[in-house]
């Protein structure tokens, strides 16, 4: 258990090097969880609470890493035009998120109260001495890409240390490199939202998978359901959507945009998404009629960006029982617009 969920590093060498093998999943272990020392709003000493603390009283100095980390934030805040926001910190504390504290609706007030507390543009980098400064009154929360980001320096830890091909997945947020020991392309399973099954499939020789699912932190009031994904343009939790997978090269894109999607809801975040090269995405919503696909408690959806036939690395399947229920949308955009990656 790292990070609030669990941690599973695969990796392959020459049998001949099974000790060193050990040896890597060891340094991927320790080096993630040195990041969730940093960047956990749970561990009292962390440096993302430090940094908290220290919003109104000028820039604070933090390591290039965690510079790293920010930098990439508000290059997705950007991107996503607000929908991605690390300084949701103060509604998901509202909205009881922190330790699913809360069974009824905050106060309206409260809410837009608390909003006035929240954006990207209250945070300020400052690239030369690696330092960040808070306006006042604002937090951040890191959840929504820490993990990402944690898993691409860890993967770039293995290559560094000589390991020929790996996996590794941190509660759903998923990287690969390398040959899978079959020769195949490594294989991540999209889940069903509300069952413990697969809807289909994303084959892919290197990068990473992402999902943000409305089934991870939620809690219900009169029959609806409020999850973690807040909307920092309302503060509320965002309704709509059931669950956004993203495949892109790095983990910390696919993490952070997969979170943007999910709060942009199915047109504006899939064409988003088609603005970045290496890039598709998938989402899974609510369905209405007889060619959705059916679970126990409801009826889905699924959209679905193209993967272009040209790129054959990359494949999004469904199982036979699912597939009627898939459409597949272009937004319309030419890529690329951007790359989507502002570091490896
Ligand atoms: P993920 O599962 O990667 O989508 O991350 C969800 C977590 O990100 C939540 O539990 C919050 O800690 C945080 N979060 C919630 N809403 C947002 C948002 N609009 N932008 C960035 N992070 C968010
Ligand atoms: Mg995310």
């Not at 020789?205 to 932190?217: I, L, M, P, Q």
Request: aromatic letters at 8%.
């Amino acid at each position: 258990m790292v990070m609030g969920t669990t941690l599973e590093v695969t990796v392959y060498r020459p049998e001949v090097q099974t000790l060193q093998a050990l040896a890597d999943l060891e340094a991927a272990h320790a080096l993630i969880d040195a990041f969730d020392r940093s960047m956990s709003l749970y561990k009292p000493d962390s440096d993302i609470v430090a940094l908290n603390a220290r919003a109104g009283t000028g820039p604070v100095s933090v390591s290039d890493s965690f510079y790293d980390l920010l930098a990439a934030s508000n290059y997705y805040a950007k991107l996503s035009d607000g929908a991605f926001d690390i300084t949701v910190q103060p509604l998901v504390e509202l909205w009881g998120f922190y330790r699913n504290t809360r069974q009824t609706l905050p106060p309206k007030d409260d809410v837009d109260t608390v909003l006035k507390r929240v954006s990207y543009k209250n945070v300020t980098l400052n690239e030369e001495n690696k330092s960040i400064a808070l306006k006042e009154g604002t937090a951040l929360d890191l959840g929504g890409i820490a993990k990402g980001f944690a898993i691409d320096r860890a993967i770039d830890l293995l290559r560094s240390r000589g390991v020929a091909a790996a996996l590794i997945n941190l509660g759903g947020n998923v990287a690969v490199f390398g040959p899978a020991p079959n020769g195949e392309a490594w294989s991540v399973g999209v889940k069903h939202p509300r069952e413990d099954r697969l809807i289909g499939r994303i084959r892919l020789s290197e990068g990473a998978v992402s999902t943000s699912g409305d089934y991870d932190r939620f809690f219900e009031v009169d029959g609806v359901r409020y999850n973690h994904l807040i909307d920092p343009r309302t503060g509320w939790p965002v309704p709509g959507l059931n669950a956004v997978t993203v495949v892109a090269p790095t983990a910390t894109a696919a993490d952070a945009l997969s979170t943007a999607v999910f709060v942009l809801g199915a047109e504006a975040g899939l064409s988003m998404l088609e603005q970045c090269s290496g890039v598709y995405g998938l989402v899974i919503q609510p369905g209405q009629n007889s060619d959705n696909f059916i679970g126990t408690e409801a009826v889905f959806s699924v959209i679905v960006t193209p993967v272009p036939a040209e790129n054959t690395s990359v494949s999004i399947d469904f199982t036979d029982e699912f597939s009627p229920a898939v459409q597949t949308a272009s937004m319309g955009q030419a890529r690329p617009v951007e790359d989507c990656i502002p570091l490896r």
